[in-house]
């Protein structure tokens, strides 16, 4: 089943604007990562975080996490047209060996 | 090197061939995956493979049959599919080592189904 969902909006923004989707999911967690799709291409990994950490950062990317309300953030800023793909959260359990992926956002970068 | 290679890129093929679509890695990541990808949707689990031995079949219909040869490579087995089997089938792979939680994606496989 599903674990991370993000809101099911797609996003335009102008270059340079910041980009933010947020991702909630149901059960106690490990990890929640972040990744990129770009259309028909495999998915790259973005960024984790840990269950027992809050913020992380890495280069134009933030992420967040609260284990409370069971939600995470990803935050582009200074948006490129290169940053154009679909983003998916997924969620990583205690001892388990797979991913729970959300529904995806796409987010569409205009010059 | 951390790249997953899959092959081919593109499959079209009837539902009485029978095809294998192939995926490699040497980052010596023991833990495989394969996936199915419909447009505009999350990837979906198929397969799990942890040291070469099958982990996790997301009771996947028999006409997909996997295979983990060597700890590099892993195959998916195609026979008698179904138009709705058309997709995008990714193939990640992962380290067993604790705290390696993420995962490394081929390019995928786009497969028409005729």
């Known amino acids: 089943s599903q674990q991370g969902e993000e809101d099911p909006q797609a996003l335009s923004i102008q270059e340079g604007e910041n980009a933010t989707m947020n991702c909630s999911y149901k059960?106690?967690?490990?990890?929640l990562q972040w990744y990129r799709q770009n259309s028909g291409r495999g998915l790259v990994h973005l960024i984790l975080?840990?269950?027992?950490?809050r913020e992380k950062h890495s280069g134009r990317l933030r992420v967040t996490l609260d284990t409370s309300k069971k939600s995470s953030s990803l935050l582009i800023t200074a948006s490129r047209a290169a940053d154009t793909a679909s983003y998916f959260c997924?969620?990583?359990?205690?001892?388990?060996?797979?991913?729970?992926f959300g529904k995806g956002n796409q987010v569409v970068v205009i010059p | 090197d951390t790249e997953v290679t899959q092959t081919p890129k593109h499959l079209v093929m009837g539902m009485t061939n029978k095809k294998s679509l192939k995926c490699e890695q040497h980052?010596?990541?023991?833990?495989m995956y394969w996936y199915k990808q419909k447009a505009k949707k999350p990837p979906e689990l198929m397969f799990v493979?942890?040291?070469?031995?099958?982990?996790i079949n997301e009771s996947v219909p028999s006409r997909f049959s996997p295979e983990c040869p060597n700890s590099s490579l892993l195959n998916l087995h195609l026979h008698a599919l179904q138009p709705e089997d058309s997709a995008l089938y990714l193939c990640?792979?992962?380290?067993?080592?604790?705290?390696?939680?993420?995962?490394?994606f081929g390019p995928g496989t786009r497969l028409t189904v005729t």
């Open positions: 493979y942890s040291y070469e031995k099958l982990s």
């Open positions: 980052m010596g990541h023991r833990a």
């Open positions: 990640a792979s992962r380290t067993n080592f604790a705290g390696g939680y993420e995962q490394y």
């Open positions: 059960t106690s967690i490990n990890n």
């Open positions: 975080i840990r269950s027992n950490e």
């Open positions: 997924a969620t990583g359990l205690y001892g388990n060996n797979r991913l729970a």
